[in-house]
């Protein structure tokens, strides 16, 4: 049977679905909110760690829910699009029917949770897919996955630039098309919800007991707070440090393409060589690659295009690899156990928490104003330590906890 025969094609789209929802909206909700209506760098910052709070309860219990819905998944998930779709509507394309902020708030709280319960039933679906896949299952899946939750984040990344040039509310054509990739991803996984029932323990505490999966819990945390770092802060860098704003779209979409046609080829390396040691070179080179970062400035665009090429292409390890070593694990530990992806969602989403509370108000307290070019030497140098330097050490402390980690055969399948 062909891999496209296991219809690992409408996985890729499923979760190019999920990536338009993730990082994106990072990236480009706060500046919108603060560019379109004056809403300030530190209440947003506040806003969204707030909803990363209410992450701690709702995730667990979202894993649940999904637990409790695995025989009527399908019909689960469409209704979580659904609300996924018309929050993304009313948060980019509807004018605010209150306050600003509280606007924010509230559009934010649909996307998240739709997006969260998406996430647990996606992942939690495909320890089942991957049991069925020939040779290591969950790399073979994870390479279909993530390559396509990459092209999604570059398409969303990069759609409100590019319509932005062409008509005059970009986001709501950004918001239309949300909806239309909703609904083709649906119909594509629409006979992929059965056969989620596989034997096996289930709950929170059957993953917490197991020591391999809360240490990955604990790398998975460390590993994408630079990510979330960078996506939290790269329009403001682009705009103040390399002051080339117009170049903001490109310079995203070249990162994640790179990321996307890498992944691949890691997955690849993982099946030969295990995925421990092939993620351990990857995670030292983004630290070499974006090192350099540190010294750039203004005018400086074709280095970080370097840089944007390099750093994309090592990315596509960490979101490939990664995950699959977590889903190999829960297929041993608790194959059953969807809350096992509440905590993986949880701890992916608290990163972005830790980068909204504590790097837009530290911005914002160094002086730095969005949108301007009058910036002091103490704002860009803030801003280009908070960019470049603090992902760097963040990635330094994920490369110790993972080269602690003793991996089983089993991890690795």
Request: hydrophobic share 60%; with cysteine.
């Amino acid at each position: 049977m062909t891999r496209s025969a296991h219809q690992l094609p409408a996985y890729a789209l499923f979760a190019s679905l999920l990536a338009a929802a993730g990082l994106p909206i990072y990236i480009h909700a706060p500046k919108f909110f603060v560019d379109e209506y004056g809403v300030s760098l530190g209440a947003l910052g506040t806003v969204l760690f707030a909803l990363r709070l209410l992450d701690v309860v709702q995730d667990p219990l979202l894993g649940r829910l999904s637990q409790a819905l695995r025989h009527r998944r399908g019909t689960a998930v469409a209704v979580g699009v659904a609300l996924m779709a018309v929050s993304m509507f009313a948060l980019f394309a509807v004018p605010p029917l209150l306050p600003p902020l509280l606007w924010f708030a509230l559009t934010l709280t649909g996307v998240f949770s739709a997006f969260s319960f998406l996430t647990i039933c996606f992942y939690a679906q495909g320890v089942a897919k991957a049991a069925q896949l020939p040779g290591r299952g969950h790399l073979v899946l994870a390479r279909w996955r993530e390559t396509g939750a990459l092209l999604g984040v570059c398409a969303a990344s990069v759609l409100p630039v590019m319509l932005g040039l062409v008509m005059g509310a970009p986001f709501t054509g950004f918001a239309i098309g949300f909806a239309a990739l909703g609904l083709g991803s649906v119909f594509a996984m629409r006979g992929e919800w059965r056969g989620a029932d596989i034997a096996g323990p289930t709950g929170i505490a059957v993953v917490l007991r197991d020591p391999i999966a809360r240490r990955l819990l604990l790398i998975a945390l460390f590993n994408a707070a630079p990510v979330a770092v960078t996506s939290t802060l790269f329009l403001f860098y682009v705009e103040s440090v390399l002051r080339a704003p117009g170049w903001a779209g490109a310079l995203l979409l070249l990162f994640f393409l790179s990321a996307a046609v890498a992944a691949p080829l890691w997955g690849k390396l993982a099946e030969r060589f295990s995925p421990k040691p092939v993620l351990l070179s990857a995670m030292g080179l983004a630290i070499l690659v974006f090192a350099g970062t540190l010294l750039l400035g203004a005018g400086d665009v074709a280095w970080f295009v370097l840089v944007c090429i390099a750093s994309g292409a090592v990315l596509g390890a960490d979101l490939t690899l990664l995950p699959a070593m977590f889903s190999a694990r829960m297929a041993v530990v608790a194959p059953q156990a969807a809350e096992g992806f509440g905590l993986w969602s949880l701890v992916s989403k608290f990163a972005l928490a830790f980068a909204a509370i504590t790097l837009l108000p530290t911005l914002q307290a160094s002086g730095f104003d969005s949108g301007t070019t009058g910036n002091g030497p103490v704002a860009i140098s803030t801003l280009i330590w908070l960019y470049a330097g603090v992902p760097c050490g963040l990635k330094l402390l994920a490369i110790g906890f993972l080269a602690a980690t003793p991996m089983q055969k089993d991890d690795e399948e």
